[in-house]
C-alpha cells in the first residue's frame, strides 16, 4: 500500500481525498494555488506546496508543476480528483517516468479510451449498442453527409470535450455549414483539438451513467446508476439513483453488459460509462469518464462503497473483494450540486447533519470564493429508503444549509425537488433548458 499520495487538485474533491487517505493510514500531500493560499484542503492535508499562481494553466493544469511536487514531496503515488489533470494521459505518463503510482488508468489506455469517437467502436465491440454517429470529421462537407444520412438534428461534439462543453445540437445542413468552422475553432481554443464528431440527437432522453470499478486481476463490478438528466446548458444540477424510470430488467442488462464492456477495453480504477435513454427504453452508450465523476457520492452512500478508497486499493494491486451481488443498491439517494453565483466570502456556514447525510465541501467560515476555478461549492446528498422520503429529506436539509455572504442555488435546487415533472419521475435533460 502506499504511504504517500499527492492530491493534484482542490476544493471539495481535494478534501474528500485527503480523507479518504487518513482514514487509510496514508499520508495526504496536497497542492495549491496562490489563489488557495487559505483554502482549507492545504491545511487539512499533513503537507502541503504551492504550485503557482491562480491560474489553472500555470498550476493545477501543469503536469510538470504537479511532478515536482510529487517528486518535492517524496510521493508515491498520484490521484488526480477529477477535472484538471485527471484524463490526462501526459501526467499519468510523467508518473510513470518518475516511478509514481498514477491512481486511474495508465497512459496507453486513456490515449485508447479518451477519443470520444474511438471509444464507441470499442464500445460496440464490446457488446454495447451505440448512438449513430461519425468517426473525427475531415471537413464541415463530410459532416452534411453523415448527417443526413443518420437525419437530423444531429449533435456537433468536440473530441476532446467534456463537462457539457464542445456541444452543439444542429437541426440543419444550412445549420450545420455555419457552424462546423465556429466550433472547429472555439474546440481548438479550449481543448487544444479543433476534432469534431457528430452524434444522431435524441431527444427528450435520459441522461443515465453507470458506475464500475474494475482491477487487474480482470474483475469489474457495475455499482448501479446514476440519473443525470437535470441539467442547465449540458451542466449536471441534480443526481439521483436509482433512475426513476429505468426497469429492473433493464437495470440489470445494463450493469451486465458495462462489466463485459469494461474488461473488454482492459480498462482499471473507477470508471463511469455514460449512456441515453429513450421513451421507449432504448439505452444507447455515449461516452466514458475516465476518473471519479462529481457525483460519486451518490452510488457511495447507496452502496455504502468508499470509490476513493478502492481507487486507492486497485492502484496498488489489490484486487475487488466483492461481487455484484454483495452490492447494496436498495433505498434511494439524492445530490444537490450547491454553485455560487458571486464571489465573495463566506460570513457564516451551517451544514446540516444527521442519519445518511453528508456535504461534500471545501468551505469554512471565512472562505473566499475565487474567480479562478468552477463555481461547484459542494454536494448535499442524502439517503433514505425510499424516494419519497429522499425527497423530503433534502428539502429539509437544504432549508438547514446556511451558506451567507455570497449567493447560491440553494432556493433554485428547491424549487426543483418541488416540481411535480421530478416528482414523478418524469423528467429529462431537456426539462430545466427552458426555465
Known amino acids: 500500500m502506499f504511504a504517500r499520495i499527492l492530491i493534484a487538485n482542490r476544493g471539495e474533491i481535494a478534501v474528500r481525498i485527503i480523507r479518504a487517505c487518513k482514514e487509510m493510514g496514508i499520508k495526504a500531500l496536497a497542492v495549491y494555488s496562490e489563489a488557495d493560499s487559505s483554502s482549507l484542503h492545504r491545511y487539512l492535508a499533513d503537507e502541503s506546496i504551492c504550485i503557482g499562481p491562480g ?23 498520484v490521484h488526480p480528483g477529477y477535472g484538471f489533470l485527471s484524463e490526462n494521459p501526459v501526467l499519468a505518463e510523467k508518473c510513470r517516468e518518475n516511478s509514481i503510482a498514477f491512481i486511474g488508468p495508465d497512459a496507453d489506455v486513456m490515449l485508447r479510451l479518451s477519443d470520444k469517437s474511438r471509444i464507441k467502436k470499442i464500445a460496440e465491440e464490446g457488446g454495447l449498442p451505440v448512438i449513430p454517429g461519425s468517426d473525427v470529421l475531415k471537413n464541415a462537407e463530410e ?135 429513450d421513451g421507449q427504453g432504448n439505452y444507447y452508450f455515449m461516452e466514458m469518464n475516465l476518473r471519479l465523476q462529481v457525483e460519486h457520492g451518490v452510488t457511495e452512500i447507496l452502496t455504502g462503497i468508499d470509490l476513493v478508497k478502492w481507487q486507492i486499493r486497485i492502484a496498488a494491486g489489490i484486487p475487488i473483494s466483492f461481487t455484484r451481488s454483495d452490492v447494496r443498491l436498495n433505498g434511494s439517494a439524492i445530490e444537490c450540486r ?9 460570513r457564516k456556514l451551517h451544514i446540516p447533519g444527521g442519519p445518511f447525510v453528508r456535504f461534500d465541501t471545501y468551505l469554512d467560515t471565512g472562505a473566499e470564493i475565487s474567480p479562478y476555478y468552477d463555481s461547484l461549492i459542494g454536494k448535499l446528498i442524502v439517503y433514505s429508503k425510499s424516494r419519497e422520503e429522499s425527497i423530503r429529506k433534502m428539502r429539509a436539509y437544504l432549508c438547514e444549509l446556511v451558506i451567507e455572504g455570497i449567493e447560491t442555488n440553494i432556493e433554485e435546487e428547491l424549487s426543483i425537488l418541488c416540481r411535480p415533472d421530478f416528482i414523478a419521475g418524469a423528467y429529462d435533460t431537456s426539462t430545466l433548458e427552458s426555465l
Not at 232 to 251: A, G, I, W
Not at 338 to 346: D, F, K, P, Q
Open 55 to 77: 491560474i489553472a494553466s500555470e498550476s493545477y493544469l501543469d503536469p510538470e508543476r504537479i511532478i515536482s511536487a510529487a517528486l518535492a514531496l517524496k510521493a508515491d503515488a
Open 143 to 277: 459532416a452534411v453527409e453523415i448527417a443526413e444520412a443518420i437525419g437530423y438534428p444531429v449533435m456537433l461534439k468536440a473530441v476532446s470535450g467534456g463537462g457539457g462543453r464542445g456541444i452543439r445540437r444542429i437541426a440543419s445542413s444550412e445549420e450545420l455549414i455555419a457552424l462546423f468552422p465556429i466550433a472547429e475553432k472555439e474546440s481548438l481554443s479550449t481543448f487544444g483539438d479543433g476534432s469534431l464528431y457528430l452524434e444522431k440527437c435524441i431527444e427528450n432522453a435520459k441522461h443515465i451513467e453507470v458506475q464500475i470499478l474494475a482491477d487487474e486481476k480482470g474483475n469489474a463490478i457495475a455499482l448501479g446508476e446514476r440519473d443525470c438528466s437535470l441539467q442547465r446548458h449540458h451542466q449536471k444540477v441534480l443526481e439521483e439513483s436509482p433512475s426513476p424510470v429505468l426497469s429492473e430488467s433493464t437495470r440489470c442488462e445494463m450493469l451486465r453488459k458495462c462489466e463485459e464492456a469494461v474488461i473488454h477495453m482492459g480498462y482499471t480504477g473507477a470508471g463511469t460509462l455514460e449512456f441515453l435513454l
Open 338 to 346: 450547491i454553485n455560487a453565483r458571486s464571489l465573495g466570502m463566506v
